[in-house]
Structure formats: C-alpha cells, structure tokens
C-alpha cells in the first residue's frame, strides 16, 4: 500500500518536472520564430503556463502530503505533531515531579 503511494509521488514528480521552465521557454520561443504568437503572446503565455505547473505542484504536493499523512495513520506512526505534543506533556509532567519532590523535601 505505502509503495503505491510513493509510486504515484514519484511519477507525479517526474512528469511536472518534464514541464521545465527551460523548455517552455524554448517551445514558445519557436512559436515566437514562426510567427504564431507575438512578443507580448509569448511572454503572456509563458507566464501562464508558469503559473499552471507551479499550481499544479503545489496540488501535487498537497495531495502527496496527505496520502503519506494517511498512510502513516493507518500504518499508526507517529507524526512530527504527535511528537511534538508528546514532548510537550514529559516536559510538564517532568517539571511537576520536580516541583512535588521539591514540596516533599520541605
């Protein structure tokens, strides 16, 4: 199950990093050259396609994240903010033990 997820991450990271600026920039150069579009088309649509892969990788990314969050829930690992929460209680209860002691030895 897991390496399904890491299957489709993987193979969505491929295919939006195919999409490269450098070679956006070349296709619309080419239709520049041939006439297609003009200076000001071309830069518009260059910005826009820009605009699309780069929301397209922060979807992708979203998505990912949450499938691997979901994973990890069903597999019950913990996460960074469970962790943390964790952390957060010992340092508590460790101080409360200290401040008992304390009251004890008065």
């Known amino acids: 199950m897991i390496t399904d997820v890491f299957k489709k ?4 990271g491929l295919g939006l990093m195919s999409l490269s600026e450098e070679k956006v920039k070349e ?8 006439g ?7 830069e518009d649509l260059f ?12 979807a992708a990314e979203s998505k990912i994240t949450a499938a ?7 597999m019950n ?12 209680k010992v340092h508590s209860l460790e101080k ?5 002691l304390q009251e004890k030895e008065e």
């Open 47 to 58: 910005k826009e396609v820009m605009k699309k892969a780069e929301d397209e990788r922060k």
């Open 27 to 34: 296709f619309i150069k080419e239709m520049e050259s041939k």
């Open 68 to 74: 691997i969050k979901d994973s990890f829930a069903k």
């Open 9 to 12: 991450a993987l193979l969505m």
């Open 77 to 88: 690992i913990a996460t960074r903010e469970d962790l943390v929460k964790l952390e957060k």
């Open 36 to 42: 297609e579009v003009s200076k000001k088309e071309a």
């Open 96 to 100: 409360k033990v200290k401040e008992l």
